[in-house]
C-alpha cells in the first residue's frame, strides 16, 4: 500500500512530493490513474511530456473536416528517429491523452496462444501469467474503454463476460467480402471497437470524434481530473529526464524539465510507474543509470530496450466490375474481422487477422470537387465496387533488435532515439503468405486479376512492444509478473514494453487490462 506524504526536502532545497508519479498521459497512464483515484486515497501526480489538447471541440473537428488533416502534427515523433525495417513514421504523439488521440481503436482481446510463444513455437519468450489470469481484467478494461463486440463469440473464451456495447452491425461491402470468405471456409466476425457505442453517431472522422465516442485517454483525463481534481495534478509540458534512486532498491521520484520555464524541477514520492511508451520507458530506464544500476535501472541483465517487436502490416485492394447497388463506404471505421489465421497452426510462421470492406473505386468528395455532372456522378459509381483488405501479423523478437539512447536531446529535453532491428526471414515469408491469401479472396469476391494492387509495410512504432519485457526471473527480462521492475521495491513500467510477444492482435486492450490490474495491485 503506497500512502500519501505532502512535501520532503531534496539536497536541502524544499521540494513537491506526491505519492504516486505517472510519467505520460497516454491511455496506460490514464487507466492506470483512474484505477487508483476510484479505489484508492493516493495523492497522484502526471507528468506528461507534451502539450494540452481540447477533447471533443467542435471547432477543432470543423477544421479538420474541411481539409487540415494534419492536426497532430506538431505532437509527432522526433523525424531524425527513423529506420530502414521499423520506421516510426509520425506515430506516437507526444500530447496530453498520448497516441489514442489518433488510434483506430480496434481492441481484439490476444488469445490463449499468444502468452506461451516460446513454448508452442520456439521463438521469442512465454508470458509469466495466462490468458485466463487476463480474462478478468479484459472483462474491465472492455467497460472502461466502452467497447463495442459480439458477446456469443468464444473465440477467444470470454467466461460469460458482456461487452458494454454491441457489436457494430456489417455493411453492404462487408457483406461483399463476407460472401467471398464464406466461399473460401474462411472465419470472419464482428471487430471490436473502443467508440463508446452510444454516443456513436458514425460520423465517420474518427481520429478526431466531434462527440468523443472514440475512446481517447486525452477526455479520460478531462474527466479524472473533473472527478478527482484535488488528488491528480497533471503537469504538461514537463518531461521526465531521470529516475531518482535511494540505493539500489527504492526509488525515491524523478527529476523533470519545465519546457515552459526552462527550469529543471524534482518530485519525491512512494512510487513512480513509468508510462511512457515502449520507446520512452525504456529509454528513461537507460538515461537513470548511476553507481548501483551502471547500465540503467533494472539493466543488469541487459535486457532494457532489447527485443523490439512491432506489426508487420499488408494491403491489398481490386476492383470488381460493376456496382449495381451503388455501395458506397459507409463507416469510417472497421466492423468485419478475420481471425481464421490468428490460431494456432499459424502461429509458428506468424499469425494475422485482417479487416475489409467495399465501396466506391472513387470518392464522392472527388466527383463533386471535380464538377461533374449527376449523371456523370452515377455512371462512375455504377461502372466498379473497389474491395480492400488490410491486415498485420505477428512479428518474432530477436535481442539484436533494440532501441538505444542517441546522441544530442529532442524538442522534448530528452535523449534522441536509436533503433537497430534487422529483418525476421520466417516473418518475410510468412507475410508473403498472407498477401497471396488476400489476392484468392479478391479473386473470389469477383475482381480482376491483372488489376489487383498489393502492398506491405514494415512495423512502425504504432505497435512497438517488448524493451522492457516481463519475466518471471531477472534473468529473462526487465519487470516481473507485477509490472514492478526487478530489483526494485516500489518502480513499475506499464506500457506496450512490458509485453514479452506481441501476437497478431492489435496491443492496447491488453495494455489497459495490465493497467487496471495493476491498480489493484497497488491499491
Ligand atoms: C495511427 C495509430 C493507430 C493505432 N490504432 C490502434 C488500434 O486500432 N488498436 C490498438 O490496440 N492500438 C492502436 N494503436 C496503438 C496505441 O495507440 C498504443 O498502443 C497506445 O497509445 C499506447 O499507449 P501508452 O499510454 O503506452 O503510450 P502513449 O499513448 O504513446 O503515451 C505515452 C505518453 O507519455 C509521454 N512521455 C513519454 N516519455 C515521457 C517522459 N520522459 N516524461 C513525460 N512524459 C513522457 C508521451 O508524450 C505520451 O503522451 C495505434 C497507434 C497509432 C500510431
Ligand atoms: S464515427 Fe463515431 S467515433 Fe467516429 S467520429 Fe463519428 S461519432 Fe465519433
Redesign the pocket.
Known amino acids: 500500500m503506497v500512502r500519501m506524504l505532502l512535501w520532503a526536502a531534496i539536497g536541502g532545497a524544499l521540494s513537491e512530493m506526491a505519492s504516486i508519479i505517472i510519467?505520460?498521459?497516454?491511455?496506460?497512464?490514464t487507466v492506470l490513474a483512474r484505477q487508483l483515484l476510484a479505489n484508492g486515497d493516493h495523492q497522484i501526480t502526471m507528468?506528461?511530456?507534451?502539450p494540452e489538447f481540447a477533447s471533443g471541440n467542435r471547432r477543432i473537428w470543423l477544421d479538420h473536416l474541411v481539409g487540415n488533416n494534419r492536426i497532430y502534427e506538431p505532437f509527432v515523433d522526433d523525424p531524425r528517429m527513423e529506420n530502414e525495417n521499423f520506421g516510426l513514421r509520425g506515430?506516437?504523439?507526444?500530447?496530453?491523452?498520448?497516441?489514442?488521440n489518433?488510434?483506430?481503436?480496434?481492441?481484439p482481446r490476444f488469445k490463449p496462444e499468444d502468452f506461451e510463444l516460446k513454448s508452442r513455437t520456439g521463438y521469442g519468450a512465454d508470458w509469466p501469467i495466462d490468458y485466463d489470469e487476463m480474462a478478468p481484467w479484459y472483462a474491465r478494461a472492455e467497460i472502461l474503454l466502452g467497447v463495442t463486440g459480439d458477446s456469443d463469440n468464444d473465440d477467444p473464451p470470454r467466461y460469460g463476460a458482456r461487452y458494454p456495447f454491441p457489436a457494430t452491425e456489417f455493411t453492404l461491402g462487408d457483406r461483399v467480402v463476407i460472401d467471398s470468405l464464406e466461399s473460401l471456409e474462411i472465419s470472419y466476425g464482428h471487430m471490436s471497437i473502443a467508440r463508446s457505442g452510444d454516443r456513436c453517431i458514425t460520423t465517420g472522422t474518427c481520429d478526431y470524434c466531434p462527440v468523443n465516442a472514440r475512446y481517447t485517454?486525452l477526455f479520460d483525463l478531462d474527466q479524472l481530473q473533473i472527478e478527482y481534481g484535488d488528488r491528480l495534478t497533471l503537469r504538461t509540458e514537463?518531461?521526465?529526464?531521470r529516475i531518482l534512486m535511494d540505493g539500489k532498491r527504492r526509488t525515491r521520484g524523478v527529476d523533470?524539465l519545465d519546457l515552459k520555464t526552462g527550469a529543471p524541477g524534482s518530485m519525491e514520492a512512494e512510487a513512480v510507474i513509468v508510462?511512457?511508451?515502449?520507446f520512452?520507458?525504456c529509454k528513461?530506464l537507460l538515461s537513470s543509470a548511476g553507481t548501483d544500476w551502471v547500465d540503467g535501472i533494472g539493466n543488469d541483465s541487459g535486457h532494457v530496450g532489447r527485443h523490439l517487436i512491432g506489426h508487420p502490416v499488408f494491403f491489398a485492394s481490386g476492383v470488381r466490375p460493376g456496382n449495381p447497388d451503388r455501395i458506397a463506404n459507409e463507416l469510417g471505421f472497421d466492423s468485419l474481422i478475420s481471425r481464421h489465421f490468428d490460431s494456432p497452426e499459424y502461429q509458428h510462421k506468424g499469425k494475422m487477422w485482417f479487416s475489409g470492406g467495399a465501396g466506391m473505386t472513387s470518392s464522392l468528395e472527388e466527383l463533386i470537387l471535380a464538377d461533374v455532372s449527376r449523371s456523370e456522378m452515377n455512371a462512375s459509381i455504377a461502372s466498379g465496387l473497389m474491395v480492400s483488405l488490410g491486415g498485420e501479423m505477428e512479428q518474432f523478437e530477436s535481442p539484436e533488435n533494440r532501441v538505444t539512447l542517441g546522441r544530442g536531446k529532442t524538442r522534448?529535453g530528452?535523449p534522441t532515439t536509436e533503433i537497430h532491428v534487422g529483418v525476421h526471414e520466417i516473418n518475410l515469408q510468412a507475410r508473403q503468405e498472407h498477401v497471396q491469401t488476400f489476392v484468392e479472396i479478391l479473386k473470389t469476391a469477383g475482381c480482376k486479376e491483372d488489376g489487383i494492387e498489393t502492398g506491405a509495410l514494415n512495423p512502425d512504432?504504432?505497435?512497438a512492444s517488448a524493451t522492457c519485457r516481463m519475466s518471471r526471473s531477472d534473468a529473462d527480462g526487465v519487470v516481473d509478473p507485477n509490472l514492478q521492475v526487478h530489483g526494485t521495491d516500489n518502480l513499475y513500467i506499464c506500457?506496450?514494453a512490458v509485453f514479452p510477444s506481441i501476437a497478431a492482435a492489435?496491443?492496447?486492450?491488453t495494455?489497459a487490462a495490465l493497467a487496471v490490474r495493476l491498480g489493484d495491485y497497488l491499491n
Open positions: 510519467v505520460g498521459s497516454g491511455v496506460a497512464g507528468f506528461e511530456a507534451g506515430s506516437r504523439l507526444f500530447m496530453k491523452g498520448g497516441t489514442t489518433h488510434w483506430g481503436g480496434l481492441t485517454a514537463s518531461p521526465v529526464t523533470f508510462c511512457g511508451g515502449t520512452e520507458s528513461l522534448h530528452l512504432g504504432a505497435h506500457s506496450n492489435n496491443p492496447t486492450l495494455l
